[in-house]
């Protein structure tokens, strides 16, 4: 008997266990909204629990246990909890007591982000696509919540950072996904060319493309002629009649600076103060005929500046950009000429899009420490009554912090005035575990040392020239990191998450390298063989990190390794050389290098980036005569850069010449190079040798510049580029 009643025991207290599992209650004639999200709400307290939880459609209510209330009911009355009159769109209502919980939500997806603002109070998280955080509960219980109407700071929120992409990770952090964006958008930024391509219009008519002040140039459009306004007209009408669902359409420039110049052109510029007057005209014109379509344009670079005596049309959108912005501060203080632009165009629209950058385009993989900076920003947009937010990070490429930049900005992005400390210590924790503190000390220091320095932060900045990455700040953290990870034996994600975070700094040593004289010695010391067997523990790292590409314009580690060997090669070459004392025929730009014509046999060749290590001339062409430490020589090589993005273009023919005497020269190699479209940078080295050394005091290299970018670039006409880096003589 004794054991019957302990086991009617046992079945009682079960069943009371199972009695925890709220019940979510959905009225009779609920919204699909509401349906969906009670449905994801029923998917994660089960799988909290382990228990079925029961999902019911009616008017009774459970008369004793937990429950959730998704949506209006005719019964919330009997547990004291009342929808509101009205909520915004994706605004949501959340209120608990007494163990009943109401969720309410603006819109198809208010009520989808109140459960997850429940679900974070209960513990889960999603801190990117591959770690969430679903935590077991025996004996769940509801919080109890004072009446809470949560609506976002920005009614757009778009992240492009890699987890975003993740549509259930963008959903849950309550941002656009791809899927919405696909949805809404018809065209997306730099249309132009789609409005009135080049390749069909240039040839037969030139002038509907900008003039540059020497000749037609496809890089932009001609906003005074009423043929292209015709013309653009006609093109979106057909994209929309394909696309009818879409509501946003993007008229807006190409993403350069060869806007027209036309006297029409100029006399509008000067007459509205700003190119972005003569835009606007272009743009309203347009969208007059789409009054049932939201017509966005840019504030780029040359249109940034606000016009006057100019409204945008009430269905047009302005997309402001701050990619000019030092991002070491807050804008306010590190770019007051972007914060006057933004209070102008507040006060000529409502319908304001801040197209802000978090990222730092040619070093993904840098250390990049604007954290202090992002918070301030969105509080900015939106005390100027920002409407829509674009955060530009490192699109579907994972990079230095990205899980975790992406994880904050969701958050500020949604309420500004939350607290930054707060979230991240909360992603910390539960994303490196104990190894938290050691990132935490890694990043303040960081941003200490940036600010120490300046607090100079640029979009295009490398490590080679950032002061504020000391060897002293890199080793001290590299080692303290080093020692975390013995903390997470048994803690693989963990263990990768803090590789991820380390990565970076080793960059930043080996980046900098290469212009540090001793270190380079140092590498040339070794074999190539060596040199890598070295690099492929950075490849497997970056692999085993989900380090992608290394930079915007799709850089693998193993392409970075290979283009590293090579600079190395060069640079062992270089040591050799026997070239001195260059006197240039023609002047560098002074921009670069100072324009000194020591830069070519400083014995320190360039790479990727025209700014370090290379002299550049612009619409001039290289012509050097070196002298020679030797009275020989059986060798001669020059190197040149390639960026056509940036007009730089390889010579379009090199000519080598030794002399006797510095007066006579004598002919020895020609190359010509021919000129093709190519986005990729590259560097090409020109070079002559003979078997036999020939008696020589000077050499002479010739280069001839093509003199301006080919007609079929985009800048065409403007005087273009080439660099040359070092005259190498052995």
Same mark, same amino acid.
């Given at each position: 008997?004794?054991f019957?009643?302990?086991?009617?025991?046992?079945?009682?207290?079960?069943?009371?266990?199972?009695?925890?599992?709220?019940?979510?209650?959905?009225?009779?004639?609920?919204?699909?909204a509401?349906?969906?999200?009670?449905?994801?709400?029923?998917?994660?307290?089960?799988?909290?629990?382990?228990?079925?939880?029961?999902?019911?459609?009616?008017?009774?209510?459970?008369?004793?246990?937990?429950?959730?209330?998704?949506?209006?009911?005719?019964?919330?009355?009997?547990?004291?909890?009342?929808?509101?009159?009205?909520?915004?769109?994706?605004?949501?209502?959340?209120?608990?007591?007494?163990?009943?919980?109401?969720?309410?939500?603006?819109?198809?997806?208010?009520?989808?982000?109140?459960?997850?603002?429940?679900?974070e109070?209960?513990?889960?998280?999603?801190?990117?696509?591959?770690?969430?955080?679903?935590?077991?509960?025996?004996?769940?219980?509801?919080?109890?919540?004072?009446?809470?109407?949560?609506?976002?700071?920005?009614?757009?929120?778009?992240?492009?950072?890699?987890?975003?992409?993740d549509?259930?990770?963008?959903?849950?952090?309550?941002?656009?996904?791809?899927?919405?964006?696909?949805?809404?958008w018809?065209?997306?930024?730099?249309?132009?060319?789609?409005?009135?391509?080049? =390749?069909?219009?240039f040839?037969?008519?030139?002038?509907?493309?900008?003039?540059?002040?020497?000749?037609?140039?496809?890089?932009?459009?001609?906003?005074?002629?009423?043929?292209?306004? %015709?013309?653009?007209?006609?093109?979106?009408? $057909?994209?929309?009649?394909?696309?009818?669902?879409?509501?946003?359409?993007?008229?807006?420039?190409?993403?350069?600076?060869?806007?027209?110049?036309?006297?029409?052109?100029?006399a509008?510029?000067?007459?509205?103060?700003?190119?972005?007057?003569t835009?606007?005209?272009?743009?309203? &014109?347009?969208?007059?005929?789409?009054?049932?379509?939201?017509? &966005?344009?840019?504030?780029?670079?040359?249109?940034?500046q606000?016009?006057?005596?100019?409204?945008?049309?009430?269905?047009?959108?302005?997309?402001l950009?701050s990619?000019?912005?030092?991002?070491?501060?807050?804008?306010?203080?590190?770019?007051?000429?972007?914060?006057?632009?933004?209070?102008?165009?507040?006060?000529?629209?409502?319908?304001?899009?801040?197209?802000? +950058?978090?990222?730092?385009?040619r &070093?993904?993989?840098?250390?990049?420490?604007?954290?202090?900076?992002l %918070?301030?920003?969105?509080?900015?947009?939106?005390?100027?009554?920002?409407?829509?937010?674009?955060?530009?990070g490192?699109?579907?490429?994972?990079?230095?912090?990205?899980?975790?930049?992406?994880?904050?900005?969701?958050?500020?992005?949604?309420?500004? $005035?939350?607290?930054?400390?707060?979230?991240?210590?909360?992603?910390?924790?539960? +994303?490196?575990?104990?190894?938290?503190p050691a990132? $935490?000390?890694?990043?303040?220091?960081?941003?200490?040392?940036?600010?120490?320095?300046?607090?100079?932060?640029?979009?295009?900045?490398?490590p080679?020239?950032?002061?504020?990455?000391?060897?002293?700040?890199?080793?001290?953290?590299?080692?303290?990191?080093?020692?975390?990870?013995d903390?997470?034996?048994?803690?693989?994600?963990?263990?990768?998450?803090?590789?991820?975070a380390?990565?970076?700094?080793?960059?930043?040593?080996?980046?900098?390298?290469?212009?540090?004289?001793?270190?380079?010695?140092?590498?040339l010391s070794?074999?190539?063989?060596?040199?890598?067997?070295?690099?492929?523990?950075?490849?497997?790292?970056?692999?085993?990190?989900?380090?992608?590409?290394?930079?915007?314009?799709?850089? &693998?580690?193993?392409? +970075?390794?290979?283009?590293?060997?090579?600079?190395?090669?060069?640079?062992?070459?270089a040591?050799?050389?026997?070239?001195?004392?260059?006197?240039?025929?023609?002047?560098?730009?002074?921009?670069?290098?100072?324009?000194?014509?020591?830069?070519?046999?400083?014995?320190?060749?360039?790479?990727?980036d025209?700014?370090?290590?290379?002299?550049?001339?612009?619409?001039?062409?290289?012509?050097?005569?070196?002298?020679?430490?030797s009275?020989?020589?059986?060798?001669?090589?020059?190197?040149?850069?390639?960026?056509?993005?940036?007009?730089?273009?390889?010579?379009?023919?090199?000519?080598?010449?030794?002399?006797?005497?510095? %007066?006579?020269?004598?002919?020895?190699?020609?190359?010509s190079?021919?000129?093709?479209?190519?986005?990729?940078?590259?560097?090409?080295?020109?070079?002559?040798?003979?078997?036999?050394?020939?008696?020589?005091q000077?050499?002479?290299v010739?280069?001839?510049?093509?003199?301006?970018?080919?007609?079929?670039?985009?800048?065409?006409?403007?005087?273009?580029?080439?660099?040359?880096? =070092?005259?190498?003589?052995?």
């Amino acid at each position: 008997m004794r054991f019957l009643i302990l086991l009617s025991v046992l079945f009682r207290l079960t069943a009371d266990l199972e009695a925890q599992t709220p019940t979510i209650m959905l009225a009779p004639n609920a919204q699909t909204a509401d349906a969906r999200a009670a449905h994801i709400l029923q998917h994660y307290l089960e799988a909290m629990t382990g228990q079925k939880v029961a999902l019911q459609t009616g008017l009774k209510v459970p008369s004793d246990g937990a429950v959730v209330f998704l949506g209006p009911h005719p019964n919330l009355r009997l547990v004291g909890l009342q929808v509101p009159p009205s909520m915004p769109d994706e605004a949501y209502f959340i209120h608990g007591k007494n163990n009943a919980f109401l969720i309410a939500g603006g819109g198809t997806l208010g009520s989808e982000y109140g459960v997850y603002d429940l679900l974070e109070r209960l513990g889960c998280r999603k801190y990117s696509p591959r770690d969430s955080l679903i935590p077991h509960i025996d004996m769940l219980s509801l919080p109890d919540v004072p009446p809470r109407l949560e609506v976002p700071a920005f009614p757009y929120r778009e992240l492009h950072y890699e987890p975003a992409f993740d549509a259930d990770w963008a959903r849950w952090h309550r941002l656009r996904t791809r899927a919405d964006k696909a949805r809404d958008w018809g065209m997306f930024v730099h249309t132009f060319r789609e409005l009135c391509p080049p =390749e069909v219009y240039f040839d037969k008519h030139p002038e509907y493309f900008s003039w540059n002040g020497t000749q037609w140039s496809n890089g932009q459009l001609c906003l005074s002629n009423d043929t292209v306004r %015709q013309l653009a007209i006609a093109a979106l009408r $057909q994209k929309i009649t394909d696309n009818p669902e879409a509501l946003y359409w993007s008229v807006s420039q190409n993403d350069n600076y060869d806007y027209c110049k036309c006297p029409r052109c100029a006399a509008s510029d000067n007459r509205y103060g700003s190119p972005a007057g003569t835009l606007l005209d272009f743009v309203n &014109s347009v969208a007059a005929e789409f009054p049932e379509k939201t017509i &966005s344009t840019l504030a780029y670079q040359y249109t940034r500046q606000a016009p006057v005596g100019i409204l945008p049309a009430s269905n047009v959108s302005i997309c402001l950009c701050s990619i000019e912005c030092n991002r070491g501060l807050p804008i306010a203080e590190g770019c007051p000429d972007f914060a006057r632009d933004l209070a102008e165009w507040s006060r000529l629209t409502d319908q304001l899009m801040i197209w802000d +950058y978090v990222v730092q385009f040619r &070093s993904f993989v840098s250390p990049f420490p604007n954290w202090h900076t992002l %918070q301030p920003n969105l509080r900015l947009f939106q005390n100027h009554g920002v409407r829509m937010v674009f955060e530009q990070g490192t699109g579907r490429d994972q990079s230095e912090f990205s899980d975790m930049r992406a994880y904050l900005l969701a958050k500020l992005m949604w309420n500004p $005035q939350a607290n930054m400390d707060s979230i991240l210590l909360d992603f910390g924790k539960g +994303y490196y575990g104990t190894a938290q503190p050691a990132v $935490q000390d890694y990043i303040r220091d960081l941003t200490a040392s940036m600010q120490a320095a300046g607090s100079q932060l640029w979009i295009y900045g490398i490590p080679q020239t950032e002061k504020f990455l000391t060897d002293t700040l890199l080793e001290k953290h590299l080692i303290a990191m080093l020692d975390a990870k013995d903390m997470l034996q048994n803690d693989p994600v963990r263990q990768r998450h803090l590789l991820a975070a380390r990565l970076p700094m080793g960059f930043a040593r080996v980046e900098k390298a290469k212009t540090d004289s001793v270190a380079i010695f140092d590498m040339l010391s070794d074999s190539p063989e060596q040199c890598r067997e070295a690099f492929q523990i950075f490849i497997d790292n970056c692999q085993e990190a989900g380090f992608r590409n290394l930079h915007e314009n799709g850089y &693998s580690p193993e392409a +970075y390794v290979s283009d590293f060997l090579a600079f190395l090669e060069r640079q062992r070459t270089a040591a050799g050389s026997v070239a001195y004392a260059p006197e240039l025929t023609f002047p560098a730009a002074s921009i670069y290098a100072n324009g000194d014509p020591n830069e070519l046999t400083n014995r320190r060749v360039g790479e990727s980036d025209y700014r370090y290590n290379w002299l550049g001339f612009q619409g001039e062409h290289l012509q050097a005569v070196v002298r020679l430490n030797s009275e020989t020589c059986k060798e001669i090589s020059v190197s040149f850069l390639q960026d056509q993005q940036s007009w730089v273009f390889l010579p379009r023919k090199v000519i080598f010449e030794t002399s006797l005497n510095g %007066q006579y020269f004598e002919h020895v190699y020609e190359e010509s190079i021919d000129l093709v479209p190519d986005g990729q940078k590259a560097v090409r080295t020109i070079s002559w040798s003979v078997p036999k050394a020939r008696v020589a005091q000077y050499v002479r290299v010739t280069a001839y510049n093509h003199l301006t970018c080919p007609a079929w670039h985009s800048c065409n006409g403007n005087p273009c580029w080439i660099f040359a880096d =070092e005259v190498v003589v052995r």
